[in-house]
Structure formats: C-alpha cells, structure tokens
T-cell receptor, first 110, second 113 residues
Framework: KQEVTQIPAALSVPEGENLVLNCSFT??????LQWFRQDPGKGLTSLLL?????REQTSGRLNASLDKSSGRSTLYIAASQPGDSATYLC?????????FGAGTRLFVKA | DARVTQTPRHKVTEMGQEVTMRCQPI?????VFWYRQTMMQGLELLAY????????DSGMPKDRFSAEMPDATLATLKIQPSEPRDSAVYFC???????????FGQGTRLTVV
C-alpha cells in the first residue's frame, strides 16, 4: 500500500529565502508525481507534474525533482515571496490511484 | 476556460438528510476522481471512474455513499443518510488518462449538523 509522507509539516521563512519541501513514498512503482498548491478554503492548483521517466521539472521559481529508486521528491522554491504562502501537497499516482501526502504548510513573512 | 466545476460550493444540512454533490469534469477527460478532505485525515480517495465505469470505490463507506456517472459530463456523489462525521470538503478531479495530470474542482464544503 502506497504511503506518502511530507516533511516538514509546517515551515515559516522570511521573504527571499530559497527553500526545499520534501516528499517521500514507499512504493516506487509509480506513473507520476504531482505537486499541488492549496490556498485556505480553496481547491488544489497543479504546480508541476513529473512523469516516472523524468528526473525533474521546472516552472518559473519552482523546480521539482524525482528519485524513484529512493522514493523521494523535492520541491525547490527560489526567492520565496509572501504570495507563496499556502499548503503544498505532493501526490503520487500508480495504476489509477493517486495518493496524497498530508502537505507542508508554508508561511513566507514579508 | 477548461476547468472542473463542482456544485454546490457549500452545503449545510441536517443529519439524516440526503446530500448530492455534482461534478462536471473537463471536456474530453475520461478519468474522474472523488476525494474527501478533513483536517484529521487530509485528502482521501473515495472513488474513481474511467470512461464512466467505476474502477474502485473501496475508499467509500458503502452503506451510505454512492458515486455515479450518468454521462460523460456529470459525476455525482450521494450521501444518504448524512451524518455529522461526513462534514468535510469533497473534491472532484478529472484527468485525460492514466498517468496524466489531474485537475481539481473548487470543492463542495459540506456541513452536517
């Protein structure tokens, strides 16, 4: 049974810092890994999708890496801004199921 | 503007009442997911469909929950009878196929009193 763990559970940083969010999963037989952002009271917004054959994806200040063999992914946020404050969720897809981690709640202080 | 549409956005109901939540997946997407999000449990997969056929609903309490896709443009999640512990945000997501990106609706916030 796939289990997805995200560390840290919460993170508070000053504006401008570079930061790394971690996601680990127990079953490496995955199709893809997706990073989402969720603002309070809102739905989920897809940030980056990494297929199982890929090692990383980049979008603007975001970079996500995937190491299937070790069951890990990281989301790197460069030059963080207050607008980045949100909960970041990683989701692992295998077969037709997508399993989510509990998320990392990020607060970027101005 | 392709997006997943969920209705209603908010629902408050009394215990024992029937609740129906609706989802319109993105046109052309053949995979639909229902998730429930609570503070305690996070996001839990309740059911998913491919080409309108239910592939797995093992995450759903069978005695009171049911999920259907009457046609390719509509997915429904029904709770009968509802209980206070069903209070949560229910998300629908759709995708174009296995291994492809999933897109989420804004959710239905259900409160059962």
């Amino acid at each position: 049974k796939q289990e997805v763990t995200q560390i840290p559970a919460a993170l508070s940083v000053p504006e401008g810092e570079n930061l790394v969010l971690n996601c680990s999963f127990t079953d490496s037989a995955i199709y893809n890994l997706q990073w989402f952002r969720q603002d309070p009271g809102k739905g989920l917004t897809s940030l980056l999708l990494i297929q199982s054959s890929q090692r990383e994806q980049t979008s603007g200040r975001l970079n996500a890496s995937l190491d299937k063999s070790s069951g890990r992914s990281t989301l790197y946020i460069a030059a963080s801004q207050p607008g980045d404050s949100a909960t970041y969720l990683c989701a692992v897809s295998g077969g037709f199921k997508t399993i989510f981690g509990a998320g990392t709640r990020l607060f970027v202080k101005a | 503007d392709a997006r997943v549409t969920q209705t209603p956005r908010h629902k408050v109901t009394e215990m024992g009442q029937e609740v129906t939540m609706r989802c319109q997946p993105i046109l052309g997407h053949n995979t639909v997911f229902w998730y429930r999000q609570t503070m305690m449990q996070g996001l839990e997969l309740l059911a998913y469909f491919r080409n309108r056929a239910p592939l797995d609903d093992s995450g759903m309490p069978k005695d009171r929950f049911s999920a259907e896709m009457p046609d390719a443009t509509l997915a429904t999640l029904k709770i009968q009878p509802s209980e206070p512990r069903d209070s949560a945000v229910y998300f629908c997501a759709s995708g174009a196929g296995q291994g492809l990106e999933a897109f989420f609706g804004q959710g239905t916030r259900l409160t059962v009193v």
